[in-house]
């Protein structure tokens, strides 16, 4: 019998650093995890007098609501820290943060951050755990896992599918996280967006790239449809709305041409009208429910496996 | 962790199993008056086996299906970061109501009995049974908790550095117990 | 006392010496090069550190034994951020030269980006008084070419130029009119100084913090392209041209800017250029880990950038090596990639490094690479330095080629220590710096 993967990573910082047996790790533990949250007693014990802390530094509900659930479930003590950052306002670092948040005991850390690479810098800082909840443009991992986890659950695998990801690809990580999981597993990528929003030398990330929706969608056994991030527009390079959804919009007209059983996603929240109908967004192919429900399993699983090795590391 | 493992002696063979076995299920169907609310619910990995096999014994006698699944306690243990390297998680698949059932719980080997207090903490989680009773193949003492068996297939007395090892055919090729030495 | 070089192997780039002999220097001057320099029977000679003479007489000359080393001009920077006057926080005159010597380099030039900026002659006044007190090295001025750089009003450059800049420019931002800088060029013809551009159009390169590519993509990062450097860079030369005034390149970080000088300088303009050491040691994956001191402008660029790089110097399209020397507190470097400043220190790293790279590797010989660091910065400034010639100042040092040494942060004399070679090895060690005909620094390597 082969020796079963160890997960010795204190912190998750992106897909991009993790092996295709890590990441489905991930997705098997996720798996015991989801039936918890079927209980009627959703919690376990595992990170009984462990504390996590969000620490986000751009607002968010649905995520940080995901990983406090995802916490609390395995009996954890969680503290929210929400912070508005400007770029011209100078506070206390994120370094200076994490220390003092380190310094209170706690064991996790799970930050959200404006800037590309703050996780990593975070997690070099401190020995305890860092999760990271969406850096910049950089990563959005536990996005990615869910994702890939909720395909996995309906299509029963990842190599061989053809997964378009539809919409500002150049900002955003959560595309860029769903690449990495998603080449990983032998699936074959395909992005679609507005010449200006496809960023350099994403091809040689292993992904396709068209801006013609009808081709992305053609032999999709899934799509990916992003968020059109219109407040991030900073220099008004983005299309008008209605010329957005009329070009790139997920409509029922353009599923007919797609295949039958297409799988449609959203990371949410959906701009229903403009990157995405509001039929199609509530239709039977439509997983988008199931992906937040998901979400709380993987949060679990990965928050049990960065706090495990940690265990290990300090007793070894 | 790699322990040099000296086999030393062999307790059981594959007719004191079956005989130990069928003993248990008829104990079972005496304390419980039969099948009605009785359930049985294995602890990973072998202690499945056990209750499958169990499970068809029952039902041969009774001639009824006795419902039995498949606990994972890896999340429960007190214990987690002291046992080998790195527990998996697997899942737990019980697929009726325990609530106001008498629960059979089923493992190869009693020991400590933290693995057991863990699954009564499973268990709780899950539902709220009637009864819950403890069936082991061996029992071999030295126990930390009060934790005691109602079924037991044997007791053997054993040292601290020696382990007790059930080999069951769907999981090892073969049935057997044996006691093996850690060696260094 | 004299001071008496022997056995080293002498590079002079001034005339191609590359020869074992000695070299003597008599009052901060060189006095001889040549073979056998102590037939003198009155000379009585003290190896350099010795405390007691043996003969009981006193010592007239020092002796340095220079066997197995090479012996070359000291280094001439032609482009180090002093940080003062205003950033004395980062880096002071004092402290800068003093990471200079024992880098080997005897000779800087000053940016004008301080705080108050040098676009005045009270400023320059004011900086050239704090040199006077306590430069450890030979400091060269520049001035600004804009007020406060801000690129809408010229600074008085003829005056600048008599009180004694020796070049102008508006180093950390290029001019973006076109109109004002075609005049800066025409009044720097007339005032007879050189005007160093920075090359960046930053309507192209914006909030970008990496070299534009895969690597910033897949950090999630805004990139900086190579045409805003190169598109800037045809405007500088075209807007010289037109002025017939020469023009000095910073920085040259890219392929295609290589390319660029190397067609004008096929045209006959009177174009330099420099990069820095990092620009051929290091990549755009040395950024990979979001290791903030690997963050400057121009960003490090592509392997094949890299690689055109060293093949511009072999090819002598690239006149020189300058460090970009640019300390920043840990305050404005250990902080998230995007709010970090740009710049890396390189004082003491720019000779090992490009020995390292480019000399152990057969790139450059030892002359050409003591003419890009030496010999050629000091041509294009205009000044007497970066030769090994009889009568000139003695700025000299002595290196021990194959010793390999590690950089460690503990190490560094700058006082701020922005290094993108932390934890790196290099072979190449600067024994000696004798700076004015003194002996200024020395490490003792075994």
Request: hydrophobic residues 40%.
């Amino acid at each position: 019998m082969a020796e079963e993967l160890v997960w010795n990573k204190k912190d998750l910082l992106g897909l991009e650093y993790l092996s295709k047996e890590e990441i489905e790790l991930i997705l098997n533990t996720a798996d015991s995890f989801k039936e918890v949250t079927t209980r009627e007693i959703k919690k376990v014990p595992v990170l009984r007098g462990k504390t996590v802390v969000n620490l986000f530094y751009e607002p968010s509900t649905r995520t940080r609501v995901s990983f406090e659930l995802a916490a609390k479930r395995l009996s954890a003590d969680v503290i929210n820290i929400a912070t508005e950052t400007s770029s011209v306002k100078k506070g206390e670092t994120l370094i200076d943060t994490g220390k003092n948040i380190e310094a209170l005991k706690a064991d996790i850390i799970v930050v959200r951050h404006n800037y590309s690479g703050a996780a990593m810098m975070l997690a070099r800082h401190v020995a305890i755990s860092v999760v990271n909840a969406g850096d910049g443009w950089h990563e959005h991992p536990t996005q990615a896992l869910l994702d890939i986890f909720t395909l996995r659950e309906k299509l029963g695998k990842i190599a061989g599918l053809n997964v378009s990801i539809v919409g500002d690809i150049a900002h955003s990580r959560v595309a860029r996280s769903n690449i990495w999981g998603l080449t990983k597993l032998g699936a074959k990528v395909t992005v679609c967006a507005p010449e200006m929003l496809i960023p350099p030398g994403i091809e040689q990330m292993g992904a396709a790239v068209t801006d013609d929706i009808d081709e992305a969608l053609k032999d999709a056994d899934a799509v990916n449809v992003l968020r059109m991030q219109f407040e991030r527009d900073e220099q008004n390079a983005f299309p008008r709305q209605v010329e957005y959804f009329k070009k790139f919009g997920i409509t029922e007209d353009r599923l007919a041409k797609a295949k039958k059983d297409i799988i449609i996603m959203h990371p949410g929240p959906i701009n229903r009208g403009i990157e995405i109908a509001s039929e199609v967004a509530d239709c039977p192919q439509s997983v988008i429910l199931e992906q937040v429900t998901n979400g709380i399993a993987v949060r679990m699983a990965v928050l049990f496996l960065v706090s495990q090795a940690r265990d290990n590391e300090t007793i070894t | 962790m790699f322990l040099l493992m000296k086999e030393k002696a062999k307790i059981m063979d594959e007719e004191a199993i079956s005989r130990a076995l069928i003993r248990i299920a008829h104990e079972i169907l005496e304390r419980n008056k039969g099948i009605k609310d009785l359930c049985l619910v294995g602890i990973r990995n072998r202690g499945v086996t056990l209750a499958n096999r169990l499970a068809e014994r029952i039902s041969k006698i009774e001639d009824k299906k006795v419902p039995v699944g498949i606990l994972d306690i890896t999340l429960y243990r007190d214990d987690l970061t002291l046992i080998a390297a790195h527990p998996v998680v697997h899942k737990t698949e019980i697929g009726f109501d325990i609530t106001d059932k008498n629960v059979v719980l089923i493992d190869d080997v009693l020991y400590s009995g933290r693995t057991i207090r863990a699954a009564l903490d499973a268990l709780m989680d899950l539902g709220r049974p009637k009864t819950i009773q403890l069936a082991v193949l061996i029992d071999r003492g030295h126990r930390e908790l009060p934790v005691r068996p109602d079924y037991v297939g044997k007791n053997i007395p054993t040292a601290k550095n020696e382990m007790v090892e059930v080999h069951l055919a769907e999981v090892d090729g073969k049935d057997e117990v044996v006691i093996v030495e850690k060696d260094g | 006392m004299k001071l008496l070089l022997k056995n080293g192997r002498v590079i002079n780039p001034a005339n191609n010496l590359d020869e074992v002999c000695d070299i003597l220097v008599e009052n901060t001057r060189i006095s001889k090069v040549g073979k056998a320099i102590t037939n003198n029977a009155d000379e009585i000679l003290q190896p350099f550190g010795l405390q007691d003479d043996r003969s009981g007489n006193s010592p007239t000359c020092q002796v340095i034994d220079c066997g197995g080393k090479i012996v070359m001009p000291g280094i001439v920077d032609m482009h180090v951020h002093l940080r003062e006057p205003g950033r004395e926080d980062k880096e002071t005159v004092a402290t800068a030269t003093m990471a200079a010597l024992k880098g080997g380099v005897t000779t800087v030039l000053a940016m004008p980006n301080t705080e108050p900026a040098i676009d005045c002659v009270e400023n320059l006044r004011l900086l050239k008084a704090i040199i006077e007190k306590t430069a450890n090295a030979n400091v060269l001025v520049s001035g600004a070419i804009t007020v406060g750089r801000l690129g809408r009003e010229l600074t008085d450059i003829a005056r600048l130029r008599k009180e004694g800049v020796m070049a102008i420019t508006d180093d950390g931002s290029s001019v973006e009119d076109n109109g004002l800088f075609s005049m800066a060029l025409r009044k720097a013809r007339e005032a007879k100084v050189l005007v160093i551009c920075h090359c960046e159009d930053k309507s192209l390169s914006g909030n970008g913090v990496v070299n534009r590519g895969l690597i910033a993509t897949r950090l999630g990062l805004r990139g900086i392209s190579c045409e805003s450097e190169y598109k800037r860079l045809q405007r500088d030369i075209q807007l010289a041209e037109k002025s017939r005034c020469p023009v000095h390149i910073a920085h040259v970080s890219c392929a295609e800017s290589v390319e660029i000088i190397a067609g004008a300088k096929k045209k006959g303009l009177k174009v330099s250029c420099e990069t820095a050491p990092h620009y051929f040691a290091l990549t755009e994956e040395a950024v990979l880990e979001y290791d903030t001191n690997m963050k400057m402008n121009p960003p490090l660029r592509s392997k094949n950038d890299a690689q055109a790089i060293k093949q511009g110097l072999s090819r002598g399209v690239i006149d020189v090596i300058a460090s970009d020397h640019a300390p920043h507190t840990i305050s404005e470097k250990e902080i998230e990639f995007d709010r970090a400043e740009f710049g890396v220190i390189g004082l003491e790293t720019e000779l090992a490094v490009s020995i390292t790279e480019m000399v152990h590797t057969g790139l450059l010989s030892w002359v050409e690479l003591a003419r890009k660091m030496c010999f050629n910065p000091a041509r294009i400034l205009g000044i007497d330095k970066g030769t090994l010639n009889v009568g000139s100042a003695a700025d000299i040092i002595v290196v021990s080629a194959d010793q390999e040494w590690l950089l460690q942060k503990e190490g560094i004399v700058s006082k701020s220590k922005n290094s993108p070679f932390i934890g790196k090895r290099f072979k190449g060690i600067v024994e000696y710096t004798i700076c004015n005909g003194k002996i200024t620094a020395y490490q003792r390597t075994g």
